[in-house]
């Protein structure tokens, strides 16, 4: 059974940063894309980054220089490493592991920045 677990999201200060990770389980983790989703109330869920089993990455528009996806193969784990923190960026966070044809989401962690 394939499992995702993020952690590491909180509260910061505009400007801060933050570090989340999402610990997969269940699958032959090297093989598959990951990818970060990010929802904020009211609004659909929408890409943040990805990364592919190569290591290619990818960012949507309004993250592009501010945040860092990466991915440790030996620990089954993916990161996104944000930095400069904006009150826009507040949403819970999902990970995303995609087998194709079957896409498998976490429980999400909730990002807040406020000050």
């Known amino acids: 059974q394939v499992q995702l677990v993020e952690s590491g999201g909180g509260l910061v200060q505009p400007g801060g940063s933050l570090r989340l990770s999402c610990a997969a389980s269940g699958i032959i983790f090297s093989s598959n894309n990951m990818g970060w989703y990010r929802q904020a109330p009211g609004k659909q869920r929408e890409l943040v980054a990805t990364i592919t089993s190569g290591g290619t990455t990818n960012y949507a528009d309004s993250v592009k220089g501010r945040f860092t996806i990466s991915r440790d193969n030996a620990k089954k784990t993916v990161y996104l490493q944000m930095n400069s923190l904006k009150p826009e960026d507040t949403a819970v966070y999902y990970c995303?592991?995609?087998?194709?044809?079957?896409?498998?989401w976490g429980q999400g962690t909730q990002v807040t920045v406020s000050s």
């Open positions: 995303k592991l995609v087998n194709y044809p079957y896409a498998y």
